[in-house]
């Protein structure tokens, strides 16, 4: 299950990483992923007392935020941090605002740090899905029929040629608090009628640049929604690649993963290496798609050009995961051709109560057919024999991490991200 690292036991000659924010599980999951193979492993976040930061996996967690703080200003604190931790660290971000804080001040950080090359403003273009929908149309990859009102005029001449349902998604991804995870899906939403994409409009329309597209909706369940993950070397090259589904969601029907099944789809996978060696895109892909039956196309909805909250589904016979293989890679070392581990389950233990109700209240999900999904579980985000820390501080918060969804959001998006948005984004 491990993969040897050379300089034997004492981890003091390997090469350190830094986990910009720790966007809750997922931090924990690379902590783990890193550390369980000597690897010394550090964090910055804007505070030391999320429950991730608990992991003994983590050697010491920097308090910084970077989206309260000036852009310079954070420059020079992290090629600090940098060079009190010893060599040149690779760097890891983890969610939206910190992935496009590295992508816009790569040149600054590559001083004190170790990442892949991106061609200049592709990360932004990925996550912008105006300018996602775009790109794919360019290069002919599927993707779900959108429009980008202006305003609330625009929604309304909208509504009356629509057919519902309709799905309403924020452009660019809101930064949100660590102790807020349920803002990972909260821009996303399905309108049943003309009043109630009305509504949902004024929901996530939070400021006065437009920052919401309107979608077409395509039919399915859980099943329809494909994930791959993956990562593509200098050469934009799939050097690992996997695929999943996202068998059920937090929030349901439309959020990030509670429960998912790592299993082999040949043409997402195809599709994806083809669209990347286009963009000559390096590095960690999560992306997301989702099958239409109508027209027998997996349509892609999402592209994160960084790692995703799931990645530990997704892990090759011999232990290897996309940030194992970006270690690996900006190393020195080749990364081990593995095969997926098929019917592979993944846990997020606290999200997956949540949806779980909510998909039984709804009818989709009897208490059989729930007890029966865990068959398969490998492995949760929070409990870890070897490191219980985590879990239990989690635990600490159940309010914070099981209860609201899309109550009192606001707009955090920092004045940098607002300056670097592509242009029509």
């Known amino acids: 299950m491990s993969h040897a690292l050379a300089g034997g036991t004492n981890n003091g000659n390997r090469t350190p990483v830094l986990v910009l924010n720790l966007f809750n599980h997922t931090g924990v999951g690379i902590a783990r992923s890193l550390g369980r193979l000597g690897v010394p492993v550090y964090a910055v976040h804007e505070t030391p007392r999320a429950p991730a930061a608990a992991s003994r996996y983590f050697k010491r967690t920097f308090a910084w935020d970077l989206s309260h703080e000036p852009p310079d200003a954070s420059i020079a604190r992290l090629l600090e941090i940098g060079r009190s931790i010893g060599s040149t660290p690779i760097l890891i971000p983890t969610e939206d605002l910190s992935c496009l804080f590295v992508a816009d001040n790569a040149e600054s950080l590559r001083a004190g740090f170790l990442f892949p090359d991106q061609p200049s403003g592709l990360a932004r273009a990925l996550s912008n899905k105006q300018q996602m929908f ?36 924020t452009i660019e991804t809101r930064p949100f608090e660590e102790d807020d995870p349920l803002k990972a899906g909260g821009g ?120 995703g909250a799931a990645f530990r589904l997704f892990l090759g016979t011999g232990g290897m995961d996309v940030v ?23 846990l997020v233990e606290n999200y997956d109560v949540a949806s779980s109700i909510k998909y039984c209240v709804d009818g989709v999900l009897t208490p059989r057919r729930w007890l029966g999904s865990f068959k398969g579980v490998e492995e949760a985000a929070w409990f870890a024999r070897d490191d219980l820390r985590p879990f239990a501080a989690m635990c600490a918060h159940p309010m914070r991490y099981a209860a609201g969804n899309l109550v009192g959001v606001t707009d955090r998006r920092p004045e940098w991200w607002r300056r670097g948005r592509p242009q029509g984004g």
Not at 287 to 305: C, E, F, H, S, T
Not at 324 to 346: I, K, M, N, Q
Request: with cysteine; charged share 30%; net charge negative.
């Open 324 to 346: 194992r293989a970006l270690y690996f890679d900006l190393t020195g070392r080749s990364v081990p051709a593995e095969r997926p581990r098929e019917d592979r389950r993944w």
């Open 134 to 169: 775009h790109l794919c149309r360019e290069h002919g990859v599927p993707t779900p029929d959108s429009v980008f009102p202006t305003s609330r005029e625009d929604v309304l001449a909208f509504a009356e040629h629509v057919t519902f349902p309709v799905m309403l998604k």
């Open 188 to 307: 996303k939403l399905i309108a049943a009628d003309r009043s109630d994409l009305l509504e949902c409009y004024d929901k996530l329309e939070l400021s006065g640049d437009p920052n919401v597209l309107l979608q077409e909706f395509i039919p399915g369940g859980a099943e329809s929604v494909w994930m791959l993950n993956g990562y593509f070397d200098a050469e934009s090259d799939g050097a690992i690649v996997f695929t999943g589904r996202k068998l059920r969601q937090y929030p349901p029907y439309t959020g990030q993963t509670s429960l998912g099944l790592c299993t082999w789809n040949e043409r997402v996978a195809e599709t994806t290496r083809e669209f990347m060696k286009r963009l000559g895109y390096r590095g960690i892909l999560d992306i997301g798609y989702r099958y239409d039956r109508r027209d027998d196309q997996y349509k892609l909805l999402d592209v994160n050009p960084r790692i």
